[in-house]
């Protein structure tokens, strides 16, 4: 077993965190206030390289590799959790799902423009009816004579308003169950296809969470993404990776809690001592370090099988339940270490809390990786 990042894998975190402190840092509170899209950014990060880090270079991607990616999510939102969660949905659902499903065309045509930036993807499975139940996708995709006429809507799609890709999932084959759901990718501007209503947020307010609604909207068969049928079973394999994201996400926002309050207990002064010198203080302290270390070991190993080739249901599913919950508890703890402080916008740290609440529920609720986990438990 290693546990050693490689050179290249600590320059890049050197180099993502100066990034994310230089570009991002200095905007976090407005975008959060104003749910400012940071599009200029996002922009950046494509010309960068970063929005290809688990793609071949053919494709335009950076070759790299799962723990690499993580490092990028982790790094970014250790500054602001909107542009983690911005970058995974373009990144590990949108993209990833072509990269894997779609035809050498499709990845000609949308991918290589995916890592570089000049598109923006988003990826919709979730519907008003069907959230943890995404197998129960009522949206329609029907044949009308050489065309597809899909009707139907999401809810809760990440990146559904600056989206100039979107893949997204409906029905085919109703009597089909999970293997009657196919995937689609649409582009911005098909007549029937749009964004719907934008989401008020208790967190993570600068990435758009949306509506997308598809009425009468005809696409040709060269949009079909994989095979007819297996759209929901690409998403199942998709998730795997997305929930990787999630975890890193997670592990990002704790950390930049765990941070704020470990340099505040040293600054701060009650009863004449820093209150770093107090013991339930530091018993804090020593909780949220070694649960963000647990995360990490976590999401890396799943990160690691990745890049083998291996299958991480179980391991990804793993990673994302722990670090998520541990992430809430990190931030949570964060706010108390900060006492009033710690409530007001001020301080960094009532952000981090409000936004990693978003890690137990996005990509599958705790609830839901309990259910997967134990389901591979039972199998094995
Ligand atoms: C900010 C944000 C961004 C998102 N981005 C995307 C995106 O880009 N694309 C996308 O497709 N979706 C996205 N989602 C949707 C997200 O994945 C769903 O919200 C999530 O899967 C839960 O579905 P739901 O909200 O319908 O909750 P429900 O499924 O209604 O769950 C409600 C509660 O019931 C529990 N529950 C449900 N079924 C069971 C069960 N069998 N056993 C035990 N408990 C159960 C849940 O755990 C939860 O506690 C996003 C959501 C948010 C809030």
């Not at 008003?128 to 597809?148: C, L, M, N, Q, Y």
């Amino acid at each position: 077993m290693d546990f050693e990042y490689t050179a290249e894998q600590i320059h890049l975190r050197r180099a993502v965190r100066e990034f994310a402190q230089a570009e991002i840092a200095p905007h976090v509170l407005e975008w959060d206030e104003n749910q400012i899209f940071p599009l200029e950014v996002i922009k950046k990060l494509g010309q960068l390289g970063y929005l290809g880090a688990i793609f071949p270079e053919e494709y335009g991607g950076a070759g790299l590799g799962y723990i690499e990616y993580a490092i990028i999510i982790e790094e970014l939102s250790r500054v602001d959790g909107s542009v983690g969660i911005i970058v995974a949905a373009h990144t590990s659902l949108c993209s990833n799902h072509i990269y894997k499903a779609g035809s050498e065309e499709q990845k000609q045509k949308y991918l290589t423009k995916l890592t570089s930036g000049e598109y923006i993807g988003c990826w919709s499975l979730t519907e008003p009816e069907a959230g943890s139940d995404a197998a129960g996708t009522r949206t329609t995709a029907v044949r009308d004579d050489d065309h597809w006429r899909i009707n139907g809507s999401k809810t809760f799609t990440t990146n559904a308003h600056y989206a100039d890709v979107c893949v997204a999932m409906a029905v085919t084959d109703r009597a089909g169950a999970q293997h009657g759901i196919s995937a689609f990718i649409f582009e911005k501007g098909t007549p029937g296809f749009r964004a719907g209503k934008k989401e008020n947020k208790l967190g993570l307010r600068a990435s758009a969470t949306g509506e997308v609604i598809f009425s009468d909207c005809r696409l040709a068969d060269s949009q079909l993404l994989g095979k007819r049928g297996e759209g929901f079973i690409d998403s199942l394999k998709t998730l795997d990776g997305g929930r990787v994201s999630i975890a890193a996400l997670s592990i990002g926002i704790a950390q930049g809690a765990y941070d704020a309050a470990l340099k505040y207990s040293k600054l701060r002064k009650q009863f004449g001592r820093p209150i770093s010198e107090f013991q339930a203080i530091q018993h804090k302290l020593v909780d949220m370090a070694t649960s963000l270390d647990a995360s990490r070991l976590l999401t890396y190993r799943a990160a690691r099988m990745i890049d083998k080739g291996q299958r991480v249901t179980r391991e990804s599913a793993m990673a994302k339940l722990f670090a998520s919950e541990a992430a809430v508890q990190i931030a949570n703890e964060a706010v108390q270490i900060h006492g009033g402080y710690g409530f007001i916008k001020d301080y960094p740290v009532e952000k981090f809390y409000r936004d990693v609440k978003l890690c137990t529920i996005g990509e599958g609720t705790s609830e839901i990786q309990r259910l997967v986990i134990a389901r591979q438990l039972l199998k094995d």
